[in-house]
């Protein structure tokens, strides 16, 4: 039969096989616990509301929002009327998002009550925003001379909770987009299809990638407007799971709190906030024995890290990869039934890679002599292909050189194992060229922060008369560790790790290392630093 | 990106992520191990061997074969170069086989060394088909007046192991067909495109339906000719599970031996499969810790059945639920989360019934007086729409009764419980219609096979002046049992389950009830032996 995979239906399968399961969502001031039978009335009810406000197929509807109940509805009421969720990384410079809303033509934007002065800011910019709604838990809606504003629970009340999903979807049409941040330039916007989001929940739905299931009690830590959290609350939703949203401003204290006190099962994010979550768990006393899987991605997790949560608290912790780009979900990290039998050291390596590639997606990784050998050994870009990767940036033209031949070029510098287990080790811009030779950043950060006193670690290339580039290594302690670490201590440490001409020409320690509003290492910021370290002020 | 969904890129998955995983496959003469490397070599010749025969984009290719791994290669080999597996039941009657081959309009059949002694009997009335190809491990082929005869094994032998799957599929074009018996008239065909195949492979995979995965050793029970051997093949090989296929004409207690001896995690079948193994259990000394699930649909299992893997032997049951036009997974019964609470009795019950629909369908209850309510108790027929579910018979004026308004009917009559739980109780046919009140057959036969004494029941309707029908019940006792079972035994033992109206007018006793070819009881041959039980021969 010809029926279109749909983004609504996700949702209106929850409402009929799942409507007592629960939704449990803090936001500014409330705790909220609704089931999916509530949470598909008020998004029948948005989808109405957002009608009346002239909201037609294939506009664009903005979020600026946390991590709770309401951004679900809006991830379902968007595409589930044929509109195009659109999230906002509200993390991004003012300028940023006035070019993103603007480039996108969002013709609504809903925005969480903290996240009103920065609009406030900025609205005289907006070019295409013809309405602002303002989600809070408050009765009035705040002071502002945003216009015209409208209460989400108000527009809610109003509306008609038998509202119907679009039924005339065309799953290639857009249902969601997200704009990644770019080395330079302006942010590139991705574009999600109802086919991909569709077809990315199966596959996180598989027993050998995330296997989200009824049974599971999830909270995505990543947030909603990173990548649709990694795709977890469309798929969650659709296989009944209980989501736990743990709103604006989270702290690793609450996220500690929540999974004890709501029994999540499941969990996903980057290393940074597993590295908070860990310092928290090291100081409290949780009970995290439901944890059945913590999902990483974003940037490589150290093995250090790693370790400390299988080893340390039982946690059973999953490297994934995957980029905007790619929905995200891309390859995941878990061992084959026959590398059981592997040592527990060999076991840690085999986990600290990112795994192999999830079924339906397609991979090549080229080197400089085309595609590499999978020895473990070889480094080239990674490409992907299949339903559920972008074919181009939005209306951009530095789509050319990402999408080439049918292959997005993630990037990404990886080595492949003979099982197929991709490991990354570099961006190609990030890659060290010395004297002719490529020396991974990545893996020796990756090193470094094995050792016990250190909490980051983050490598770059300074320019070398001789070799071209030469590797400094950024280092930050963990607080409260003895001042005896010196350079030598770490030097001494790498050293029977690589070969000589990849160890660092320098140590540096830093009170911290900048990043990203995702979380990730900021290398072209902290290189002006490291230079700036070199060049005494004038 | 636009990347069609294709069966080829299954096997294609395996090849490079799985290349070690093992097929077991009993033949006539060998068990034969091969890996997924040397499986898709293997396919690979046999693609380029078939398009050496003239094989070509969208020809029929017609298999009569057991479950092996000859018979898994042409799973891939034929959607792979983009012409369209044909699995033929091989227990239709020589009519129906010469009506399916030349329906379809076979160009090429795949026969198994037993099966061709059929072939022969009936190959001159078969009028499109160009080449016969014979799988046997001998060196020589067999004497036969069938001609142009081929040598699997010589075919692959001249074959490129290089030989590309094709890159043009279509998504939506027909990857494979499977006739499924009529009530009345010839068999009819149902074709499954690419997309149906991949979708319900994804379907397979999911951690709440089968959770197919890489650890997992598979043996398919259900023939490779019904319905794809329930889609497992497709499934197993793209996560590379192991699989193990148990060959021509298997037993029992080759099942219980190869469970014991590969570790089998997971196997499919009909009722009457494992009713077949239960006995062997009881009689031999098998280990079976290994199996982590019995999947069971086809026809209803009777609870007792359940309760028997369950609570003797430790192997959990899972009631699945489909047809031929839908791929046939659509509904799968495994308990949620929070009726793991339930009492164990009502465990049970909730387990014998059929389950929840499998994310990605859309089904709808309509009796008499349109949709029922979700109560456990309303009656109607069940509907079916999704990617997965046909559209039409195969060039079949039939087509209309079934597939009406883009939804298929079933026949299936089900009832829906609060958890969107259905129940098969019987099919529109054999529903049983006394004074104006609809009977459940299936429901007494069950209620029946739950009695110790009991191996199978089957109830039918025999026509009545004053009630239009009333229900009969055909009863085949286990072996050995005393013969004081009358009944008098069984109408006592059904008496407090029923309203007095359902119980059946007699009991009559039978050695053993006629079956389909796929193990269904064949109800229409049954009311014609009761009939000429209660008509004396003249």
Tied chains: 1, 2.
Excluded at 23 to 36: A, E, F, G, K, W
Excluded at 62 to 90: D, K, Q
Excluded at 126 to 151: C, G, H, N, R, W
Excluded at 521 to 532: D, M, P, T, Y
Aim: aromatic content about 10%.
């Amino acid at each position: 039969m010809q029926v279109p995979l749909s983004v609504g239906s996700l949702l209106e399968h929850a409402e009929k096989f799942f409507p007592k399961k629960e939704i449990i969502s803090q936001t500014h001031d409330i705790l909220h616990r609704l089931n999916y039978k509530e949470i598909g009335q008020r998004t029948r009810r948005l989808m109405s509301a957002m009608d009346e406000l002239g909201i037609r197929n294939g506009d664009r509807v903005g979020t600026l929002a946390w991590n709770h109940h309401r951004h679900l509805e809006i991830y379902f009421a968007a595409p589930g009327m044929g509109s195009v969720l659109h999230t906002i990384n509200i993390r991004l410079s003012p300028e940023d998002i006035i070019y993103i809303i603007n480039h996108a033509e969002d013709k609504i934007l809903f925005i969480d009550e903290d996240i009103l002065p920065l609009i406030e800011h900025i609205h005289t910019h907006l070019t295409t925003v013809e309405a602002f709604v303002v989600m809070t838990d408050k009765a009035e809606l705040p002071e502002t001379t945003i216009q015209p504003l409208y209460s989400y629970e108000e527009l809610l009340s109003a509306g008609d909770p038998a509202y119907e999903f679009a039924k005339d979807i065309d799953e290639n049409q857009p249902a969601g987009m997200c704009y990644t941040s770019a080395t330079t330039g302006k942010p590139k916007g991705v574009v999600y299809t109802h086919r991909a989001i569709v077809l990315h929940s199966f596959a996180l739905g598989l027993a050998d990638t995330a296997a989200i299931s009824e049974s599971d009690v999830s909270m995505p830590v990543v947030p909603q407007f990173h990548v649709n959290a990694w795709g977890t609350p469309f798929a969650c939703t659709w296989f009944g799971s209980t989501q736990v949203m743990p709103g604006p401003r989270f702290t690793p204290k609450r996220l500690a709190e929540f999974i004890e006190k709501f029994n999540v099962t499941i969990t996903a994010g980057v290393p940074t906030i597993w590295l908070g979550l860990l310092r928290e768990l090291d100081q409290g006393n949780y009970d995290t024995s439901s944890l059945r899987a913590v999902l990483c991605g974003g940037s490589a997790a150290p093995l250090g890290l790693i370790k400390a949560f299988e080893e340390k608290y039982n946690i059973p912790f999953y490297h994934a990869y995957g980029a905007t780009e790619t929905t995200p979900l891309a390859t995941i990290s878990r061992l084959k039934s026959y590398q059981q039998d592997l040592s527990k050291e060999e076991r840690f390596q085999e986990r600290s890679r990112q795994g192999i590639l999830v079924p339906g997606l397609q991979m090549k990784v080229v080197g400089e002599k085309g595609e590499v050998e999978w020895n473990g050994k070889e480094m080239g870009e990674l490409l992907l292909k299949g339903p559920w990767i972008a074919d181009e940036y939005y209306r951009d033209t530095r789509s050319n050189d990402a999408f080439i031949d049918g292959w997005f070029h993630t990037g990404d510098v990886v080595t492949v194992d003979e099982e197929g287990t991709i490991k990354i080790v570099d961006r190609t811009k990030d890659l060290i060229k010395s004297g002719g030779e490529w020396i991974s950043s990545v893996e020796i950060e990756n090193a470094i922060m094995a050792h016990d006193a250190v909490f980051e670690a983050c490598v770059v290339a300074i320019p070398d008369d001789k070799w071209q580039e030469r590797p400094i290594a950024c280092v930050v302690l963990h607080e409260g560790i003895d001042t005896t670490i010196t350079k030598e201590t770490i030097l001494e440490f790498l050293s029977p790790q690589f070969p000589k001409w990849w160890l660092p020409d320098d140590i540096l320690f830093f009170e911290d290392i900048p990043k990203s509003s995702v979380g990730k290492f900021l290398k072209r910021e902290l290189r002006e630093q490291v230079k700036a370290r070199y060049s005494p002020q004038e």
